[in-house]
Every structure is written in structure tokens, then in C-alpha cells.
């Protein structure tokens, strides 16, 4: 059967198309072999040699197509002057004379230049449609090799998110092979976790990609690799569409991070000892400084109060610095801890005001109360956000510049504003301050003390309580700091 189905595909020259290495050989035989079967069955059989003129005609034509389908112009010309020299071959051995002798050659020299038209026009189209074929398939070899030897790992679907390629970098980031012909969305290969929790096969990005015809951008992801080494992944998926805008194809890009992930975490570990290990000696030092301010202050010169007003708030400063970098690490590693309990706004807004009032640059800070307007919240942590705030502000703006601090209530939540006439944020840097250690570089802010923690702790206090914070400002006129809180609900 095998050997069969072997020599049909041989014989068949549909199966030979894309395939340039033409054969001489075989239409050589062939022709050979059929003239000598003619032959035979003229002498042999039919025993009429003048038989041979009236059928052979159809079989060469047959023959000369065939050849010239599967082997192109050597297969036909081949074929061609296998049957030429077999027609003369036969004026030879028939004996014709005279007249019929001129009309057999006549003949022999019209379906030569007939034959070599066909086998010429026919040859010509197999190479051409060859060429066309091999060109392709060289296209598709190349892009193949790109995709195989792309410093990153690729997922490629077809509209119904079959896996129907994948590369080397994957294999290496996996740490096992994507087996061809899973579904995405469906089959569930590797474990991803996103924010330490499994994420299920149809939310994978591929799939979204896929399901929504949207790219999803930037995830991360942690992957357990079978090897129980852990990998972190950024991953983008695109679906990708035809012309007429139907989704033909999804492509996922999976980055590796993890050496870069590594790094950070040693670095947040670091950030998270030093603290630790600053911590008790701050809180020991700004004892005994307060400690000596209440003994030296009766007896002491106004120089000496005043030298030790000055440590005192450098000692300050450097407290709320390791707090700073005690609540990031918190956050990177998930440990920072909310007590929630029903709290009204303008009481912690004016608690926090009159607090605040002496230590700000002679700002008056304005607030004018409202119906009360409460919210469940941590009350700690939601002072920490609001002095950030009206620090900053005070920070960013003149001596003598109002700070106004307003509160309403918006659909089912509590809004806060701290306005400040200072020097403002640009436009394109307005989203960027609240990531993490990030500061404006400007010449202006660079006069500014500070390490671009605040708003980042600010932001992810806000968000864990369903909240959202925001920045409306104009370079050089001032800026308001808006944060939104869900109502209490009874
Ligand atoms: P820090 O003030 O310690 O640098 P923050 O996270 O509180 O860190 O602020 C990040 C950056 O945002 C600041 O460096 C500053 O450039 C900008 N910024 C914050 N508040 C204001 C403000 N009220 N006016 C102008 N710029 C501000």
C-alpha cells in the first residue's frame, strides 16, 4: 500500500509542483519504452505496421503534456525528440517513397514545431508556477527562522486559538515545551499567577487578545515552572486581523524579567532591613533630643533651644523618611495592614490642619467645614494621604501662598482637594508622580528635598480603599490633588 501510494505520488505531477530538480531520465525511458511497445503491437499483435501512424499521435501529445507538467521544459523537449526521432524511425523502417515519403516528413517537421510549442508553453508555466512556489515557501522559511530565533518567547494561535506555533526562547522561559494543537482559553498547560493568585486558561492574555480582538499590554505574570524555579514574565498578546477586519490569528510576546525582578527584590529586601535596622535608633534619638529639650530649656540660653529645635526636626524629618521607606517595602511585599472603622472627613481634615499649621511655610491653610461626610476607613492612613498632600503643596508653592482644602460629596463617594498656587506639574508628567520614586526633574523641583515616595504610598492607600487619586494642574499657576473614598454605607 505504502509502496503504492509511493509510486502514485511519484507518477503524479500535481505532487512535483514547488519542486525544481527536473528529471531527464524518467520522460527519456518513458518516450523510449512507448515507442518500443508501438512497435511491438504494430508487429507483434496487430501485425500491420502502418497501424502505428493513427493512435500513437494522441498518446505522444498526452505524453509530451504530461512530461512537460511534471518536468518542465526538459520533461517535454525530452519527450519531444524521443517521439521525432521515433516518427522518422518509422519513415525509415515503412519504406515510403516518392510523394508519401515527402508528405510523412513534411508532417514529422509540423508536429515537431506543433509538439515543441506545447511541451515550450506548458514546461514554461511549471518552472514559472515553481518559482512562484519556492519563492514563497522561501518567505515563509525565513519567517520562521525569525520567529524561531527571537530573543523573546512567542505564542502564535489561528483564529480559534489553537497553538499552532511557538519558539526556542519560550521553551527556555517555560522551562518545558508548549505542546502544538492546545487551545488557548481552554487547556490550562502553565501555572500563571498574577497578584499571588492562579490565573484561569480564559483570562490568559492570548485569550482575552483573542475573545476581545483588543492587545492587552505589559502583564505580568509569575510562572512555576516544572523545574520549581520560578519565572516572571511580562507578557503581550494582539489578535490579528485580515483586511476585512476578522480575526485570523493572536500573537503572544512573553518577555523573561526575571533576573530584573531578582534584583528589585533584593533591593526592596535591602530598603526593607535598612529601615528596620534605622528605625529603633531614630525612635532613641528623638527621645533623647525631646528628652534634653525639657531639661535644658529653663536653664539655657535661646541659642541652645534653638539648636536643639533644629535637631529635633532633622530628627523628624529623618523619622518620617524610614516610615516612607518602611510603608513602600510594606507595599512590594503585601504587608501593609488597613484598620478600617466608620470615620467623619471634617474632623480628620481639621485635626490634621491643626497639626499641620505651624510647620508649613507661613501658609494659611484654608477649610471651610460641611454636613458631616463619612467614610470607612483607616483614619491613620488616610491622615498619612492627606498630610502628604498638603506637605507637598506647601513644599511646591511660595511663603505666604494660600492652601485650600475643600470636601464634597460626588454620586456615593467623598471627594478631598488640597489646592496649592505653587509651581505645577506638567501635563505629561502628571500620571508619572505617583510611581514609585519618581520626581520631576526640572530645574525648579530639583531645589526640592524629598525621594518621590509619597505620592506612590498615597496612591496604593487610596487604592486599597477603593478609591482613586488624581492631579489637575498648569505648570507655573499651581496644582489641586484630588482623592475619592466609597460612603460609609450603614
Ligand atoms: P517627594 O515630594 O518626596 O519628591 P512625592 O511622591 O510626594 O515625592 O511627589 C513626587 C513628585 O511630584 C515631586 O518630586 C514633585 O516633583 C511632584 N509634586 C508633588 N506634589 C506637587 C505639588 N503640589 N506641586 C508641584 N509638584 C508636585
Redesign the pocket.
Known amino acids: 500500500m505504502k509502496l503504492f501510494k509511493r509510486i502514485l505520488r511519484y507518477l503524479d505531477p500535481i505532487s512535483h509542483l514547488g519542486t525544481v530538480n527536473y528529471s531527464f531520465i524518467f520522460p527519456l525511458l518513458s518516450n523510449v519504452t512507448l515507442s518500443i511497445l508501438s512497435e511491438i503491437f504494430a508487429y507483434g499483435i496487430a501485425k500491420n505496421p502502418m497501424i502505428v501512424g493513427s493512435y500513437i499521435i494522441f498518446i505522444n501529445v498526452a505524453f509530451i503534456i504530461y512530461f512537460a507538467f511534471r518536468d518542465g521544459l526538459k520533461g517535454g523537449i525530452t519527450s519531444v525528440v524521443i517521439t521525432i526521432c521515433y516518427y522518422f524511425y518509422i519513415i525509415q523502417t515503412r519504406h515510403y517513397t516518392g510523394q508519401q515519403l515527402n508528405a510523412a516528413i513534411e508532417t514529422t517537421f509540423v508536429l515537431a514545431a506543433l509538439y515543441l510549442g506545447v511541451a515550450g508553453i506548458i514546461g514554461w508555466l511549471k518552472q514559472t508556477i515553481d518559482k512562484l512556489i519556492e519563492r514563497e515557501s522561501d518567505e515563509k522559511n525565513r519567517l520562521q527562522t525569525i520567529v524561531q530565533q527571537l530573543p523573546v518567547g512567542i505564542i502564535i494561535t489561528n483564529e480559534r486559538g489553537v497553538i499552532v506555533q511557538t519558539n526556542k526562547q519560550l521553551e527556555t522561559i517555560l522551562g518545558m515545551k508548549m505542546p502544538l494543537g492546545v487551545v488557548a482559553g481552554k487547556d490550562k498547560v502553565i501555572t500563571a499567577l498574577q497578584d499571588d493568585k492562579p490565573v484561569q486558561a480564559s483570562k490568559s492574555p492570548l485569550a482575552t487578545a483573542l475573545f476581545t480582538g483588543k492587545a492587552v499590554k505589559d502583564k505580568e505574570f509569575v510562572i512555576e515552572r516544572p523545574d520549581g524555579k520560578k519565572a516572571y514574565i511580562i507578557v503581550n498578546a494582539s489578535a490579528i486581523h485580515n483586511k476585512s477586519g476578522k480575526v485570523i490569528a493572536a500573537v503572544s510576546i512573553i518577555t523573561d524579567i526575571t533576573e530584573k525582578k531578582e534584583m528589585e527584590l533584593r533591593k526592596d529586601d535591602f530598603v526593607n532591613m535598612a529601615s528596620h535596622e534605622l528605625k529603633t535608633p531614630i525612635t532613641s534619638l528623638k527621645l533623647y533630643v525631646e528628652l534634653m529639650h525639657q531639661q535644658l530649656k529653663d536653664f539655657k540660653g535661646e541659642k541652645t533651644t534653638k539648636i536643639l529645635h533644629s535637631v529635633s526636626k532633622q530628627v523628624h524629618r529623618l523619622q518620617d523618611l524610614v516610615n516612607d521607606m518602611l510603608d513602600v517595602s510594606r507595599l512590594q511585599t503585601g504587608k501593609l495592614s488597613f484598620n478600617k472603622e466608620k470615620c467623619e472627613l471634617n474632623n480628620l481634615i481639621e485635626e490634621n490642619i491643626s497639626e499641620l499649621q505651624g510647620t508649613t511655610n507661613q501658609q494659611p491653610i484654608l477649610f471651610k467645614k460641611t454636613q458631616p461626610v463619612s467614610v470607612y476607613a483607616d483614619t491613620f492612613r488616610i491622615s498619612q494621604v492627606l498630610i ?1 498632600l498638603i506637605t ?2 506647601s ?2 508653592s511660595p511663603a505666604g501662598s494660600d492652601i485650600e482644602i475643600k470636601l464634597r460629596k460626588e454620586d456615593n463617594q467623598a471627594i478631598i482637594s488640597v489646592k ?1 498656587h ?4 506638567e501635563k505629561d508628567q502628571q500620571k508619572k ?1 505617583f510611581e514609585r520614586l ?3 526633574s526640572g530645574d525648579k ?1 530639583k531645589t526640592f528635598p ?7 504610598i498615597s496612591q496604593e492607600i487610596i487604592k486599597r480603599h477603593k478609591g482613586d487619586i488624581w492631579v489637575e494642574s498648569e505648570k507655573g499657576t499651581g ?1 489641586t ?1 484630588y482623592f475619592s473614598l466609597p460612603l460609609y454605607q450603614k
Open positions: 502628604n507637598n503643596a513644599k511646591y496649592d505653587g509651581i505645577g506639574i508622580i519618581y520626581q520631576v523641583e524629598g525621594l518621590g515616595m509619597g505620592l506612590y496644582s490633588f
